[in-house]
């Protein structure tokens, strides 16, 4: 599977030039901070963050997380989450590759898998986009999903219990596949996660009473917002991998929850049916797992896989990693602020406007992001169309305004 290597080698440069890229224009929102300022704090026992101004485990069920403590201790920087984010995502092609060729696949075919998911719309954005529990999403579905096709009890449940580590939601997820799993394939291991998904959403519910808290959800109803951007999603979710999901017939069935947590989704700061949202992680991780079973069933697609993986990320990417578009304008003294407020000992309280500085400065315990709104909160654009502004600034020769790294035009 060499080309399968490869292939997440390349893709992981290319992110992490492009979020380091990204960072040092400020384009960062306040999640990289948030995140960073915790794993700070941990690293004293508490995961207070001035982002979410609360302790972040009252938010989320993300106690695996604490992994990254000593790895953010070494290295206390916003670039540090930015490389781990994306390397998460780049190393889960590698055991869906190996579950194509565990469920049957050819060399080819599970390479072709492997590259596909890469390309994917959803692997970009989720590389790109600010850093969340999500991002290691992929790599413990397509993981678990290996261990149980080989039966590996051990390795499962450990997958399983990872997983629901990241976000209380995957505990629901993992009690809807484990019962899957007792109905159809190994009654051990269904059992199992069953019984472990229980006792994980019992202690979580518990905890969360105990501190009069409610995690950070943004309800649902049976009313569905921006229906042609769910059907947007679906499309692009399945046109990377020519389809082959489909190609497993009722087993989409399995799928349902995942979908329906954002189908039925009130409307949240963002359309969390965008695809680079960290809200797709689940269902993008579950649909290249079923284009592993749909390339066996049909191998046909694994011609077409390819083309159509590489179509869609030139027209759909919502990266910088697309045609007419360009990496950020970085206004260095600009960031040369930032990073004097990460590095001194002084607080501060920054305004929203500011976040891509918090995301750069939330090393330092003592700075805040404002939870108050913000009426001077302009949104600038997501990308950078202007190649002059971008090459010109290589001669030092800078647009006359910049709106985040990006030119504004005159």
């Known amino acids: 599977m060499r080309a399968t290597y490869v292939a997440a080698g390349i893709f992981a440069l290319i992110y992490i030039a492009l979020g380091l890229n990204k960072l040092y224009a400020l384009r960062y929102g306040a999640d990289l901070g948030t995140y960073l300022q915790t794993f700070v704090n941990l690293q004293h026992g508490s995961s207070w963050n001035y982002g979410e101004w609360k302790h972040h485990f009252a938010v989320h069920d993300s106690w695996a997380l604490t992994a990254l403590v000593p790895i953010v201790a070494v290295f206390p920087r916003a670039q540090t989450l930015i490389v781990v984010q994306v390397l998460a995502v780049a190393a889960a092609a590698i055991p869906l590759a190996m579950l194509g060729r565990e469920v049957g696949l050819s060399v080819k075919a599970a390479n072709v898998l492997a590259i596909a998911y890469l390309l994917s719309p959803a692997a970009q954005g989720l590389s790109y986009d600010n850093f969340s529990e999500n991002v290691f999403v992929p790599l413990l579905a397509c993981c678990g999903a290996l261990a149980a096709r080989r039966r590996s009890f051990w390795w499962t449940v450990i997958c399983a219990q990872l997983l629901m580590g990241l976000k209380e939601d995957q505990i629901l997820f993992v009690i809807w596949f484990g019962a899957a799993c007792v109905l159809w394939w190994d009654r051990r291991i269904g059992i199992a996660l069953c019984g472990l998904a229980l006792a994980n959403g019992l202690l979580f519910f518990a905890f969360e009473r105990l501190l009069g808290a409610h995690p950070n959800d943004p309800g649902y109803s049976l009313q569905i917002f921006n229906p042609l951007s769910k059907v947007s999603m679906f499309l692009l979710l399945l046109a990377p991998f020519a389809f082959a999901p489909l190609a497993v017939g009722r087993w989409l069935l399995l799928g349902l929850p995942l979908a329906a947590e ?13 695809l680079g949202s960290h809200y797709v992680a689940s269902l993008f991780a579950a649909t290249a797992i079923a284009a592993a079973f749909g390339f066996k069933r049909y191998w046909r697609f694994t011609r077409f896989a390819i083309v159509a993986a590489l179509a869609v990320t030139l027209v759909f990417n919502d990266t910088a990693l697309r045609p007419g578009r360009w990496p950020y304008v970085v206004d260095w003294r600009a960031y040369a602020r930032a990073t004097a ?24 315990p003592n700075v805040k992001l404002d939870p108050r709104s913000d009426p001077q909160f302009n949104a600038c654009p997501a990308y950078n169309t202007n190649a002059g502004a971008f090459f010109n600034s290589f001669g030092g020769r800078m647009p006359a305004q910049l709106c985040g790294g990006v030119p504004v035009s005159q």
Do not use: K, Q, T
């Open 341 to 364: 407020l990460r590095d001194g000992r002084a607080g501060a309280v920054l305004r929203r406007r500011d976040e891509g500085v918090w995301a750069v400065a939330a090393a330092n």
């Open 262 to 274: 954002i189908v039925f989704m009130r409307p949240w700061n963002y359309e969390p049916s965008r």
